[in-house]
């Protein structure tokens, strides 16, 4: 059956469309009569799909109220129409097991029966009717002058251009003098406690500002730093976990065990009283909730600061109340700087853009009053037109009447309405779905497209080429500058990473809320559409603890609902009501991201639609129903974070499951081989699993992603067996992976699986691998000549030798090394220099090197990696260690793409003097470097870098790799 089609503007009248298309095909073999009326239902409905997409074309304030209800009423009949065929098909597809003769032939029985049973009968009936009556409403609003924007069907690509509008502030416009201000403002000759308050209207730039000042100061002169932020409805208890897991690791882990705010905010003034602390507090909406916070931060005499950004002066007021602070009111950007935003994203320079477009470009920057969001997206909105004057003008008309309009909605809404009526109709909806996560949360690109294919907002009937075109639809969300990126991997054509700004997210929500596209629960209630009671899409984003019981009763009774997302502490909605979730026939995207809880999902299987299914917590799901199967859908199940013993065997028979994430203390029943769709499978640990087990995976013929743990377990009785068929099956993989890691392993078989792979180079681009020494893995890793992303534990010197076979990799971008003692007991261990020589690296972009309980240094030699940009060090520095001439590291200033510099130093007290001669003397090579990187200098105490280091057995997810 064809695939969801649907935009804002349409709803899913593209998917009843398409699916009522799909029953006239021979496949179901419906009578005469029958089709007609299918025949006649889709004319009418085809109709009214023409009529709304020319309504949604025009501004809300150009369409006639009663036109406005008739869109509403349309979305929602669609709906309806939607969910009693895919309850029918549902319902009348639950038969008795036999031959694939028999189902064929019970399927097309099924189906004959839409119009012949009763009960279905009169519904189908009741909703003809419904359409006849709503598309002879809609005639009235036709407009046949009104023309189509058509969507192209070429991919759209990442323009490199639009993260240089949301870099860090050093390649941002009029930052410098601000900046510098506030720097000014924060300085005090004596240790009194201080606070500056940066206040200004919406989109122009505060965080920002404020974010550049938290670098610029270093991070030596405090002892704690955090950056929070607070948002519209605040979650305190994640705030003030916020700040714990910033200042004290320790602290942060035993605060899971405090229930109240109350008791965390006790904890965060404890650890605070004593030190010198800096932290950063964004987007604070009300004079109560910057009270809270403040009790958290005890005021001393130890020189502490504190920032706060609002858009409300008498918030800033409050935060400047009874202590030593500062009101700094943001201020527009000049015309001078306007021009240089706006010119650095439709042009390498100002230079480039040709005289007759400046005066109209002068224009446009003046309805823009500064503002550096609304410039950014006005720019993104032309970045996707000609540069032809015409076209210009004709933007600059419809910014005049948008803005100079007699309307009580602010110049930079204006603008956001501007930029979201010029999007195609395909992008609407993925634009208004980015409203079911919270304010200032960072998105994962893949699992917000996977949840938009899920949801049915990406056309097609093939999954592969519908995330495709999903990646297409998210770059050019980006490229309009309405979606920030905020981590690109290595070779920066791909978003990993994305975030909303708050005042772009504020108008996504008005709409998604005004269209009854999303319900959201925000803390004082459910928001609801004016026009319809039915909920289609939840977001529980604010704590329900108070109203759990009312918001279950919701859910019960909430038959549409096509989507749950549920965030933050509402651990008491997924421990006592996780049943209510499951009433929903229409039911395809549940995504459970709550900090603790027991979840049960018992009765799960009555979810027939259900796609996607991810429980994102630290809390016990308990087990997976053990018929699964009938999640016949079912494309993702990501329970990753559950302490799950096992998996049903079952779900061997989940045809359509694409991705399978699961704890590695989980064991998978045999015959995983019968997953022939399978692309994605992580984390499974194949010294708990059956030799009968690790054969059949290596059936997965189209699995492109593996992450597994390999221990030597003692558990299995036939050890050599055991191996053997591991190395065999990761053989037989190697052939297609596109990302393998493989974590815990002993490297001695991690050399024979490789060793025995094809001669032929495979086309893996990622790798995460633990070895013991590089140089025994030489050829292998050699071989991999489409690789792109490495990440290496070494036990051992790395030498010159193993740094040469990484070196030699053609296409890696990024490069991570771990470097570890190898020798029982001797943590004074002191290796030579590793000397970085011109010869190799030749594409890298990111290198990360960490060193744990050996002394290690680096010395980059002049032309050694030439496109480097990100370099992060975790070094050792210890009285054993002999620092000799030049410290750990040398060479800083060859690095001549170098961009930004964090470096990590693990000292103890007796070489205290020699690292601050260190640290002093990095931040003199970043000074005198030509590219000004940005500069983190951060020493760490032993009893941080034994934590760090006792968890470095853990599996890649706990310690994330920066590509």
Same mark, same amino acid.
């Given at each position: 059956?064809? $695939?969801?089609?649907?935009?804002?503007?349409?709803?899913?009248?593209?998917?009843?469309?398409?699916?009522?298309?799909?029953?006239?095909?021979?496949? +179901?073999?419906?009578?005469?009569?029958?089709?007609?009326?299918?025949?006649?239902?889709?004319?009418?409905?085809?109709?009214?799909?023409?009529?709304?997409?020319?309504?949604?074309?025009?501004?809300?304030?150009?369409?006639?109220?009663?036109?406005?209800?008739?869109?509403?009423?349309?979305?929602?009949?669609?709906?309806?129409?939607?969910?009693?065929?895919?309850?029918?098909?549902?319902?009348?597809?639950?038969?008795?097991?036999?031959?694939?003769?028999?189902?064929?032939?019970?399927?097309?029985?099924?189906?004959?029966?839409?119009?012949?049973?009763?009960?279905?009968?009169?519904?189908?009936?009741?909703?003809?009717?419904?359409?006849?009556?709503?598309?002879?409403?809609?005639?009235?609003?036709?407009?046949?002058?009104?023309?189509?924007?058509?969507?192209?069907?070429?991919?759209?690509?990442?323009?490199?251009?639009?993260?240089?509008?949301?870099?860090?502030?050093?390649?941002?416009?009029?930052?410098?003098?601000? #900046?510098?201000?506030?720097?000014?403002?924060?300085?005090?000759?004596?240790?009194?406690?201080?606070?500056?308050?940066?206040?200004?209207?919406?989109?122009?730039?505060?965080?920002?500002?404020?974010?550049?000042?938290?670098?610029?100061?270093?991070?030596?002169?405090?002892?704690?730093?955090?950056?929070?932020?607070?948002?519209?409805?605040?979650?305190?208890?994640?705030?003030?976990?916020?700040?714990?897991?910033?200042?004290?690791?320790?602290?942060?882990?035993?605060?899971?065990?405090?229930?109240?705010?109350?008791?965390?905010?006790?904890?965060?003034?404890?650890?605070?009283?004593?030190?010198?602390?800096?932290?950063?507090?964004?987007?604070?909406?009300?004079?109560?909730?910057?009270?809270?916070?403040?009790?958290?931060?005890?005021?001393?005499?130890?020189?502490?600061?504190?920032?706060?950004?609002?858009?409300?002066?008498?918030?800033?007021?409050?935060?400047?109340?009874?202590?030593?602070?500062?009101?700094?009111?943001?201020?527009?950007?000049?015309?001078?700087?306007?021009?240089?935003?706006?010119?650095?994203?439709?042009?390498?320079?100002?230079?480039?853009?040709?005289?007759?477009?400046?005066?109209?470009?002068?224009?446009?920057?003046?309805?823009?009053?500064?503002?550096?969001?609304?410039?950014?997206?006005?720019?993104?909105?032309?970045?996707?037109?000609?540069?032809?004057?015409?076209?210009?003008?004709?933007?600059?008309?419809?910014?005049?009447?948008?803005?100079?309009?007699?309307?009580?909605?602010?110049?930079?809404?204006?603008?956001?309405?501007?930029?979201?009526?010029?999007?195609?109709?395909?992008?609407?909806?993925?634009?208004?779905?980015?409203?079911?996560?919270?304010?200032?949360?960072?998105?994962?690109?893949?699992?917000?497209?996977?949840?938009?294919?899920?949801?049915?907002?990406?056309?097609?009937?093939?999954?592969?080429?519908?995330?495709?075109?999903?990646?297409?639809?998210?770059?050019?969300?980006?490229?309009?500058?309405?979606?920030?990126?905020?981590?690109?991997?290595?070779?920066?054509?791909?978003?990993?990473?994305?975030?909303?700004?708050?005042?772009?997210?504020?108008?996504?929500?008005?709409?998604?809320?005004?269209?009854?596209?999303?319900?959201?629960?925000?803390?004082?209630?459910?928001?609801?559409? +004016?026009?319809?009671?039915?909920?289609?899409?939840?977001?529980?984003?604010?704590?329900?603890?108070?109203?759990?019981?009312?918001?279950?009763?919701?859910?019960?009774?909430?038959?549409?609902?096509?989507?749950?997302?549920?965030?933050?502490?509402?651990?008491?909605?997924?421990?006592?009501?996780?049943? $209510?979730?499951?009433?929903?026939?229409?039911?395809?995207?549940?995504?459970?991201?709550?900090? +603790?809880?027991?979840?049960?999902?018992?009765?799960?299987?009555?979810?027939?639609?259900?796609?996607?299914?991810?429980?994102?917590? +630290?809390?016990?799901?308990?087990?997976?129903?053990?018929?699964?199967?009938?999640?016949?859908?079912?494309?993702?199940?990501?329970?990753?974070?559950?302490?799950?013993?096992?998996?049903?065997?079952?779900?061997?028979?989940?045809?359509?499951?694409?991705?399978?994430?699961?704890?590695?203390?989980?064991?998978?029943?045999?015959?995983?081989?019968?997953?022939?769709?399978?692309?994605?499978?992580?984390?499974?640990?194949?010294?708990?699993?059956?030799?009968?087990?690790?054969?059949?995976?290596?059936?997965?013929?189209?699995?492109?992603?593996?992450?597994?743990?390999?221990?030597?377990?003692?558990?299995?009785?036939?050890?050599?067996?055991?191996?053997?068929?591991?190395?065999?099956?990761?053989?037989?993989?190697?052939?297609?992976?596109?990302?393998?890691?493989?974590?815990?392993?002993?490297?001695?078989?991690?050399?024979?699986?490789?060793?025995?792979?094809?001669?032929?180079?495979?086309?893996?681009?990622?790798?995460?691998?633990?070895? #013991?020494?590089?140089?025994?893995?030489?050829?292998?890793?050699?071989?991999?000549?489409?690789?792109?992303?490495?990440?290496?534990?070494?036990?051992?010197?790395?030498?010159?030798?193993?740094?040469?076979?990484?070196?030699?990799?053609?296409?890696?971008?990024?490069?991570?090394?771990?470097?570890?003692?190898?020798?029982?007991?001797?943590?004074?261990?002191?290796?030579? #220099?590793?000397?970085?020589?011109?010869?190799?690296?030749?594409?890298?972009?990111?290198?990360?090197?960490?060193?744990?309980?050996?002394?290690?240094?680096?010395?980059?030699?002049?032309?050694?990696?030439?496109?480097?940009?990100?370099?992060?060090?975790?070094?050792?520095?210890?009285?054993?260690?002999?620092?000799?001439?030049?410290?750990?590291?040398?060479?800083?200033?060859?690095?001549?793409?170098?961009?930004?510099?964090?470096?990590?130093?693990?000292?103890?007290?007796?070489?205290?003097?020699?690292?601050?001669?260190?640290?002093?003397?990095?931040?003199?090579?970043?000074?005198?470097?030509?590219?000004?990187?940005?500069?983190?200098?951060?020493?760490?105490?032993?009893?941080?870098?034994?934590?760090?280091?006792?968890?470095?057995?853990?599996?890649?997810?706990?310690?994330?790799?920066?590509?």
């Amino acid at each position: 059956m064809a $695939e969801m089609i649907s935009s804002a503007a349409t709803g899913v009248l593209g998917s009843v469309i398409n699916k009522l298309a799909a029953m006239l095909t021979d496949k +179901y073999n419906l009578a005469r009569d029958v089709k007609q009326g299918i025949r006649s239902l889709q004319d009418e409905l085809r109709t009214m799909e023409a009529m709304l997409l020319r309504l949604e074309d025009k501004d809300d304030d150009q369409i006639d109220p009663l036109a406005k209800d008739w869109r509403s009423k349309v979305r929602e009949l669609s709906y309806d129409i939607e969910d009693c065929i895919d309850r029918f098909v549902l319902n009348h597809s639950h038969g008795d097991g036999g031959s694939t003769a028999n189902f064929v032939h019970k399927a097309i029985q099924m189906v004959k029966t839409l119009f012949k049973d009763r009960g279905i009968a009169e519904e189908i009936r009741r909703l003809k009717r419904l359409v006849s009556e709503q598309s002879e409403r809609g005639k009235c609003y036709y407009d046949s002058n009104q023309c189509l924007l058509a969507s192209s069907s070429q991919p759209v690509l990442f323009d490199p251009r639009a993260p240089s509008l949301f870099q860090e502030a050093r390649d941002l416009v009029g930052i410098d003098a601000p #900046r510098e201000e506030i720097i000014s403002l924060l300085r005090c000759e004596d240790k009194e406690h201080k606070v500056v308050s940066i206040y200004g209207i919406g989109g122009q730039g505060k965080t920002t500002l404020a974010m550049e000042v938290y670098h610029k100061i270093t991070e030596a002169a405090f002892d704690s730093r955090a950056f929070v932020s607070v948002s519209q409805t605040p979650d305190m208890k994640k705030l003030l976990r916020d700040i714990l897991s910033q200042i004290s690791k320790s602290h942060f882990d035993q605060s899971q065990m405090l229930e109240t705010v109350e008791q965390l905010i006790r904890t965060v003034k404890e650890c605070l009283k004593d030190k010198r602390y800096f932290i950063l507090i964004d987007d604070i909406w009300s004079v109560s909730a910057w009270e809270l916070v403040r009790s958290a931060l005890p005021v001393n005499d130890n020189g502490s600061r504190i920032i706060t950004t609002t858009r409300i002066e008498a918030v800033a007021k409050s935060c400047c109340t009874g202590i030593a602070a500062q009101m700094y009111q943001a201020k527009p950007l000049s015309h001078e700087d306007s021009q240089r935003l706006f010119f650095k994203r439709l042009f390498l320079s100002g230079d480039d853009c040709h005289p007759d477009l400046r005066k109209v470009s002068d224009d446009i920057l003046k309805k823009c009053c500064g503002l550096p969001l609304a410039i950014i997206s006005i720019a993104g909105l032309l970045a996707n037109r000609s540069k032809a004057v015409e076209i210009w003008v004709n933007v600059l008309r419809s910014i005049a009447a948008a803005v100079d309009k007699n309307s009580p909605i602010d110049k930079m809404k204006r603008i956001l309405l501007l930029s979201y009526f010029d999007l195609p109709h395909h992008l609407k909806s993925c634009l208004l779905y980015l409203s079911v996560f919270l304010e200032d949360s960072l998105i994962d690109c893949k699992q917000l497209i996977l949840l938009w294919v899920a949801e049915g907002l990406i056309p097609g009937q093939d999954r592969e080429s519908m995330e495709q075109l999903g990646r297409s639809y998210l770059n050019e969300l980006i490229n309009r500058s309405l979606v920030q990126p905020t981590k690109v991997d290595g070779d920066g054509t791909t978003v990993e990473q994305c975030r909303v700004h708050d005042v772009i997210l504020e108008f996504i929500v008005s709409k998604a809320v005004e269209d009854n596209f999303v319900t959201i629960w925000n803390g004082n209630g459910f928001s609801k559409n +004016y026009s319809s009671n039915k909920i289609r899409r939840l977001s529980i984003q604010k704590d329900i603890s108070s109203r759990a019981e009312e918001i279950a009763e919701t859910i019960k009774n909430g038959a549409q609902i096509r989507s749950i997302n549920i965030f933050g502490s509402n651990s008491v909605l997924v421990t006592k009501h996780a049943t $209510e979730f499951l009433n929903s026939q229409v039911l395809r995207v549940l995504n459970i991201e709550v900090e +603790y809880g027991k979840c049960s999902l018992g009765h799960v299987k009555s979810l027939g639609q259900l796609k996607y299914l991810r429980i994102h917590n +630290y809390a016990l799901v308990g087990k997976l129903p053990q018929d699964i199967e009938k999640l016949q859908h079912l494309e993702t199940l990501d329970v990753r974070r559950q302490c799950l013993q096992k998996l049903p065997a079952s779900i061997i028979q989940l045809q359509k499951l694409v991705r399978l994430h699961v704890y590695p203390s989980v064991r998978l029943p045999d015959g995983i081989g019968s997953l022939q769709a399978l692309e994605a499978l992580s984390t499974i640990n194949l010294g708990i699993q059956s030799v009968k087990f690790i054969q059949g995976l290596g059936d997965l013929t189209n699995l492109k992603l593996l992450k597994i743990d390999w221990p030597c377990s003692t558990e299995l009785r036939d050890m050599e067996d055991h191996k053997e068929a591991c190395i065999s099956t990761l053989s037989r993989l190697f052939s297609h992976l596109r990302e393998l890691r493989v974590w815990q392993s002993d490297p001695d078989a991690t050399c024979s699986f490789m060793a025995s792979c094809v001669p032929t180079p495979p086309p893996l681009r990622k790798l995460v691998l633990n070895t #013991r020494y590089l140089n025994c893995m030489g050829p292998q890793i050699s071989s991999l000549v489409n690789l792109s992303r490495l990440s290496i534990r070494v036990h051992g010197e790395a030498g010159k030798e193993g740094i040469n076979i990484l070196a030699s990799l053609p296409m890696l971008l990024s490069l991570s090394v771990r470097l570890f003692n190898d020798k029982d007991g001797d943590s004074g261990i002191v290796y030579p #220099r590793n000397a970085i020589n011109p010869q190799g690296f030749q594409r890298l972009l990111k290198f990360h090197f960490r060193c744990y309980w050996c002394d290690a240094a680096l010395e980059f030699e002049p032309g050694a990696m030439p496109r480097l940009q990100r370099l992060m060090l975790e070094l050792m520095a210890r009285c054993q260690f002999k620092f000799g001439e030049g410290g750990l590291v040398l060479g800083l200033q060859n690095l001549a793409g170098l961009k930004h510099l964090a470096i990590d130093i693990n000292c103890d007290a007796a070489v205290a003097d020699e690292v601050e001669a260190l640290e002093n003397d990095i931040r003199d090579a970043a000074g005198v470097h030509p590219n000004s990187p940005m500069l983190h200098v951060r020493r760490l105490d032993q009893d941080i870098f034994s934590s760090m280091a006792q968890g470095c057995s853990r599996r890649p997810s706990d310690h994330p790799i920066p590509y």
